[in-house]
């Protein structure tokens, strides 16, 4: 199975800031028909996970554009540039270009 | 609006059977497969698997072969998992996916 590994685990920061979370696979992430399956995740409190951008850079539905995700092949980045309240909880990196889909171990995004 | 909606929590008895529900709503079933996904604070996101909507087909990951069974009902546009021979080790919170993510079904199995 592909291994995605995300750091940090966790990050502490201050409303406004801007934070990236990193995610690296064990194998390019790029589909037979040339597009790559890397999505992110956030799982809020209490919450099941919601899709937040799709195929590394583009926006679900009703995802403001504070998000922001960049990358190819094996690395990948996912940018939330002035955080608010509404974005703590866990994100997750997960590809749907091998199968089985794996995931990332998470990070956690908390309060400074 | 869109929607996944799953069953409520079970409480289950090492070696007994579950099978959890994720009715779809505000979309066409067959226009999305049906992926199932465990989440357990030790492991993480495991993918177990899809279902093919429209035919009843799937794609299990090889470590939940035997442990889930994936079916649909179109008529009901709900989307069925059975797991079997439940362990300690099956408690955890699974989600069925779609266009989204339905709200988890917390599966217990203890004594």
């Known amino acids: 199975d592909v291994v995605m590994t995300q750091t940090p685990p966790s990050l502490s920061v201050a409303i406004g800031q801007s934070v990236s979370i990193s995610c690296k696979s064990s194998?390019?992430?790029?589909?037979?028909?040339?597009?790559?399956?890397l999505h992110w995740l956030l799982q809020s409190p209490g919450q099941s996970p919601k899709l937040l951008i799709y195929?590394?850079?583009n926006l679900g539905s009703g995802v403001p554009d504070r998000f922001s995700g960049t990358g190819s092949q094996k690395d990948f980045t996912l940018k939330i540039s002035r955080v608010e309240a509404e974005d703590l909880g866990v994100y997750y990196c997960?590809?749907?270009?091998?199968?089985?889909?794996?995931f990332g171990g998470g990070t956690k995004l908390e309060l400074k | 609006q869109v929607q996944l909606q799953q069953s409520g929590a079970e409480l289950a008895k090492p070696g007994s059977s579950v099978k959890i529900s994720c009715k779809a709503s505000?979309?066409?079933?067959?226009?999305?497969?049906i992926s199932w996904i465990k989440q357990t604070t030790g492991q993480g996101l495991e993918y177990i698997g899809y279902?093919?909507?429209?035919?009843?087909?799937?794609n299990y990951n090889e470590k939940f072969k035997g442990k889930a069974t994936l079916t649909v009902d179109k008529s009901s546009s709900t989307a069925f998992m059975q797991l079997s021979s439940l362990t300690p080790d099956d408690s955890a919170v699974y989600y069925c996916?779609?266009?989204?993510w339905g709200q988890g079904t917390l599966v217990t199995v203890s004594s």
């Open positions: 195929q590394v850079s």
């Open positions: 997960v590809q749907a270009t091998h199968f089985p889909w794996t």
């Open positions: 996916e779609g266009p989204y």
């Open positions: 505000g979309y066409t079933f067959t226009s999305y497969y």
């Open positions: 194998q390019s992430l790029v589909y037979s028909d040339g597009k790559t399956y």
């Open positions: 279902i093919n909507t429209g035919s009843g087909g799937t």
